[in-house]
């Protein structure tokens, strides 16, 4: 297994993206923290598919949004394990698809918080145990929205886009404490957020699109698991600093 005996900490790791990421880490051999926001029920049914296949695992509440909460959320998981090779800054939601000038401000500050500054706060608490290690990874778990820009997605699209300058930033800063930094560009993907997204957007179940996608299908929240495992194995030991696209080379 390619992450053997290393522990990561996935944001929002209960369900959608956070959770396929969680489980492929742990198929690869990792102890596995998450945290989630409201959903108990949730958290507990992936806490206990990840023991399923005899890993480790702590589930908190946190909000990523609130500052004590991730200090404790992080400190709770070093109690716990000892120690964090990889954080995956993964919790996110979706605008509500309104043009600039029907957009709140708050709507602004909620996407920029829980994305942007959610994100910092997890890095920033989980520094220090990373740089203890031989090798650290952090991934940031971004969009193609920032790449594109469509029409009615300013709030999601510079929350992205402020989220991968963070990681940017920070692969430089990081460089020299043997820390990979690396963002992943998702497309659309078949989470209860993309499923949201499209039946809003398209008034159709998100299944009734996969023959027009790349491939003849939906990317899975699994796709991502599986490039953040290669991403943090010694296969990506030598890729940092970059925004790597799963989108299925779909045309935008």
């Not at 049914?45 to 296949?53: F, G, H, P």
């Not at 920033?124 to 145990?129: D, F, H, N, T």
């Not at 929350?159 to 800063?173: F, I, Y």
């Not at 809003?200 to 179940?205: A, F, L, T, V």
């Amino acid at each position: 297994m390619k992450l053997s005996g290393k522990v990561a900490f996935v944001t929002g790791g209960d369900r959608g993206i956070g959770k396929g990421i969680a489980l492929a880490l742990a198929r690869e051999g990792a102890d596995i923290a998450f945290n989630y926001r409201r959903d108990a029920q949730s958290a507990a049914a992936t806490v206990k598919e990840i023991e399923s296949l005899g890993r480790k695992v702590l589930s908190l509440q946190a909000d990523v949004t609130e500052y004590e909460q991730v200090r404790s959320a992080v400190s709770n998981a070093l109690d716990k394990f000892g120690k964090l090779d990889i954080l995956v800054n993964n919790a996110g939601i979706a605008s509500r698809g309104r043009h600039v000038i029907d957009t709140e401000a708050e709507e602004m500050e909620r996407l920029f918080n829980i994305h942007v500054m959610g994100a910092f706060y997890f890095t920033k608490e989980c520094l220090p145990a990373l740089r203890k290690q031989s090798r650290g990874d952090i991934i940031f778990i971004s969009s193609v929205g920032p790449h594109y820009c469509m029409a009615g997605h300013a709030p999601y699209a510079v929350a992205k886009g402020g989220l991968e300058c963070l990681a940017s930033c920070l692969a430089k800063e990081e460089l020299a404490h043997n820390i990979r930094v690396n963002s992943i560009a998702c497309g659309l993907v078949e989470s209860d957020m993309g499923a949201r997204l499209v039946k809003g957007g398209m008034g159709i179940d998100i299944r009734d699109i996969a023959a027009g996608m790349p491939f003849g299908r939906v990317c899975q929240p699994e796709d991502v698991g599986n490039l953040c495992a290669f991403l943090c194995s010694e296969e990506g030991a030598y890729i940092s600093g970059h925004v790597v696209f799963m989108d299925g080379g779909a045309p935008h």
